[in-house]
């Protein structure tokens, strides 16, 4: 079927007042930016496509939920609408059945083996000293059938000893990074497939190969060919009413998936609907949509008939016309639910909106038979139960656009036309706003493909932080790809770094001046109040445009780079307090602190400051240091104007370092004075306990002139400045140490030439048959004497040799 006409885009015609709208926003409807209408004035209803929770979520759905929570936070803290914000979770579909069911089936069949292992055994938990033999005969079993069905290459009877070699010899060229045709082309999506079916076959090979195994340590290496395996044996007895078998696994992952959003400061839904519960209301949607005249049934499965729509002047395929004759997207949205048989539909994009539950699947009730909703459907049915026939922003990452999305369209507005006509000018949704995907090295991340890092695992690593990644995010547009690259990481580091040290500035300055609070009035206006202005007017202006959050994170950069190049005297300290204030208020509302925002006159965010168990010890240290120094470069130590010295025999715990940094740098100053220490010994212990006691608890103090050392964190740019010193440092070394070697190696060579003594050198040569007592030839091979010319040349030669072995004799070398 052809492409049909795009549908114009208007503005919602039931707002409050027609207005110029003052944000743009570019809207998936029609591929521009449009115009910001809410239905109802400062009000915003939102739906957002939440998980499919059967997983952890990883570093690409990171991307997708805090990219929604920043247009979320400008709309709300920065523009003041109230939004209503509405997210799903999906906890029944094709992957999470499966993925239920298998881990249900593999643990009631591991059950059984448990028991009987442990009876034989004598063990309690299930972990004997052998994996019984029929466990190993279905295991197997299962590598041939996973093999058969995911690696085609590989002879499914392979032994597991010789399964390697075949991996080698068939899919090598895969490994080595080719494609599977090894034609040249790149690798894709298919090759990091067969990488990921050929980790799993590995895995179940090595479990084979294991000597007198755990049941438990077997199956971790061999589970995953058993789950589908046992489930291809056992799913049929899995019962469609036990709906505790399937949200057993969704309740575990959304409870860890909000954690994860949580850990990563994204707010909490204004309302949560999950699927599990919706099934009655879903059962009416679909229902309506068939009575509208846009869906029919067969054998107790519904279809969305799209050529119905679009003869009554609907349209399909709104957002992403060019798709909707794409079999391999309209058969990957439709996952499980897909029909072998396609002969009875309509259209061959039409999509199940109600499928007949298969044995092992869960269902419920309906007037076509027991069933299950198809994937589109939940979130119309939601949407509109919670927001209505029309709402303002549907939300998701920008695979969802096609099926998932222009399925919704048309199937929400089949839902809530009237008496059958498809009235051309209805929205359901006015703006869909999507979600760019996250890559790394190229690849997107997938949990069908294995190929990603995980949000907790990245956190707890400490491969990221939660600002770290909100800043990766912001400096990128939200609609846009973005790739993790050196340079993308190295850029956020920078962002983070400079306002961590502009913050660090206006605290101290507050600290040694407390009267600042930002709140007096300055007479006239100076050319940083006006930089000031300028930033903040950019600033709005940026995210006006479609939330451009690089322009408006650009603008905080460059308005601290004035403030850095402008002398101190050109700026009051009443407007260094104002331009703090105001990017520590926007560093909140991108949500780059999860702690509340500071009264007025502080400034600043999280992390800047010392733990507050280590300031009690670590500021007092830092001011005794700071007049050691100041003595000890002047040449002049008194011990008694350092002031009143603590117990330094007192010895704190292993749990108080900060005790003890303190303890003992002032033991150190006291040791030094008795002994009448040099001005540079007590410089030395000064750079000490800044270089390595106090950079070991991860505080660095920056020594500054005229001014008290400024004790703050230790920042990753802090630590990779030292990196590469010492990377520095210990190049240099190696290269000084490699030249010491090689003229030794030189000098060695050298006296080896001298080894043969100057008198011998000659003798053994057959070029000569006669030569005199200094073993200098005086007759060639054939006994004429040698001519004049080439003796002089001899002599050279037997000189040279001759300093040779002498210096070869003065070094002990001679026998």
Not at 23 to 50: E, Q
Not at 207 to 225: R, T
Request: glycine residues 6%; charged residues 25%; hydrophobic residues 35%.
């Amino acid at each position: 079927m052809a492409a049909v006409q795009q549908p114009p885009w208007s503005p919602p015609s039931d707002s409050l007042e027609p207005r110029t709208a003052s944000i743009r926003v570019y809207n998936s409807l029609t591929r521009t930016k449009t115009p910001f209408y809410p239905i109802k004035d400062k009000r915003i209803s939102w739906y957002a496509c939440g998980p499919t929770v059967y997983d952890d979520a990883h570093l690409g759905h990171a991307r997708n939920y805090v990219s929604q929570d920043i247009v979320r936070r400008i709309l709300q803290d920065y523009f003041r609408f109230d939004v209503n914000f509405v997210m799903n979770i999906t906890d029944v579909d094709d992957k999470i059945i499966l993925a239920a069911r298998q881990q249900h089936l593999l643990a009631e069949w591991l059950k059984k083996h448990k028991a009987s292992q442990s009876q034989k055994s004598g063990t309690s938990n299930g972990v004997g000293p052998l994996v019984k033999q029929e466990v190993r005969q279905t295991t197997t079993e299962a590598i041939g059938a996973y093999t058969k069905k995911n690696l085609p290459l590989i002879p499914a009877e392979t032994e597991p000893e010789k399964y390697e070699e075949e991996v080698q010899r068939r899919y090598g060229h895969v490994l080595s990074g080719k494609s599977v045709a090894d034609d040249g082309k790149p690798a894709g999506d298919k090759e990091a497939k067969i990488k990921m079916h050929l980790t799993i076959a590995r895995s179940a090979t090595e479990a084979q190969s294991l000597s007198d195994p755990s049941l438990d340590e077997y199956i971790a290496k061999a589970s995953g060919v058993l789950l589908p395996y046992i489930d291809s044996l056992y799913s049929s007895t899995v019962k469609g009413n036990d709906h505790d078998i399937f949200t057993t696994l969704t309740k575990q992952y959304e409870a860890r998936f909000f954690d994860d959003l949580k850990a990563l400061n994204v707010r909490y839904p204004d309302k949560l609907t999950r699927v599990t519960e919706y099934g009655p209301q879903i059962v009416d949607f679909v229902k309506r949509i068939q009575d509208n005249g846009f869906a029919y049934e067969h054998e107790g499965s519904v279809y969305y008939d799209i050529n119905a729509w679009e003869a009554k002047g609907g349209y399909y395929a709104r957002l992403e016309p060019w798709n909707r004759n794409d079999k391999e997207l309209l058969a990957d949205g439709e996952g499980a639910l897909v029909a072998k048989n396609t002969s009875f539909k309509r259209s061959a994009a039409d999509f199940a909106l109600w499928k007949a539950s298969k044995p092992g699947e869960p269902s419920w009730p309906s007037p076509w038979g027991e069933g299950r909703p198809g994937w589109h459907i939940e979130c119309s049915a939601m949407a509109s139960d919670i927001l209505g026939k029309q709402f303002d922003i549907h939300s998701g990452g920008i695979d969802l656009a096609f099926p998932h999305h222009d399925n919704e369209l048309a199937q929400s507005e089949a839902y809530w036309c009237e008496h059958g006509d498809a009235h051309v000018g209805h929205q359901w949704v006015n703006y869909f706003l999507h979600t760019g995907h996250l890559s790394i090295s190229g690849a997107k991340m997938s949990k069908s493909l294995k190929n990603f890092t995980t949000i907790r695992q990245a956190l707890s690593d400490g491969a990221w932080t939660p600002r770290g990644l909100r800043i990766v995010f912001l400096l990128g547009n939200w609609k846009d790809g973005l790739e993790i690259t050196p340079e993308v990481v190295k850029a956020g580091l920078a962002w983070e770094e400079r306002v961590n040290n502009f913050f660090l500035k206006i605290r101290d300055m507050q600290s040694r001046q407390p009267h600042i609070n930002g709140n007096g009035t300055v007479p006239q206006k100076t050319e940083m109040d006006k930089r000031l202005d300028e930033a903040q007017a950019k600033f709005r202006e940026a995210l006006s445009d479609s939330f451009d959050t690089p322009t408006a994170m650009r603008t905080i950069s460059e308005l601290i780079t004035t403030y850095n190049s402008t002398p101190d005297k050109q700026i009051s300290n009443a407007t260094s307090v104002a331009i703090a204030t105001w990017i520590t208020k926007m560093a909140h509302m991108f949500g780059l602190d999860s702690k509340q925002l500071p009264p007025p006159g502080q400034v600043g965010w999280s992390g800047i400051d010392i733990p507050e168990k280590a300031k009690p010890f670590i500021l007092p240290l830092a001011r005794l240091r700071d007049k050691v120094r100041e003595q000890a470069i002047a040449g002049r130590l008194n011990l008694a104007s350092l002031g009143r010295m603590e117990d330094v025999d007192t010895v704190f715990g292993a749990n108080q370092p900060y005790a003890n940094a303190n303890a003992d740098f002032q033991r150190t100053v006291v040791n030094l004075f008795k002994k009448a220490a040099a001005p540079k010994d007590y410089l030395a212990a000064c750079d000490d306990v800044r270089d390595r006691v106090l950079w070991n608890l991860d505080i660095y103090l920056e020594d500054r002139e005229h001014l008290p050392s400024l004790v703050r964190p230790l920042s990753s740019s802090l630590r990779q400045e030292k990196a590469d010193r010492e990377a520095i440092a210990a190049a240099k070394a190696a290269a000084k140490d490699q030249a010491k070697a090689d003229s030794a190696a030189a000098d060695r060579e050298k006296l080896e030439k001298g080894k043969l003594s100057h008198l011998e050198m000659f003798k053994a040569d057959k070029e000569f048959s006669e030569c005199d007592e200094e073993g200098l030839p005086t007759k060639d091979a054939a006994g004429e004497p040698v001519a004049k010319s080439r003796a002089k040349k001899l002599r050279k030669d037997w000189e040279r040799q001759k300093k040779l072995h002498e210096a070869f004799v003065a070094a002990g070398e001679a026998p």
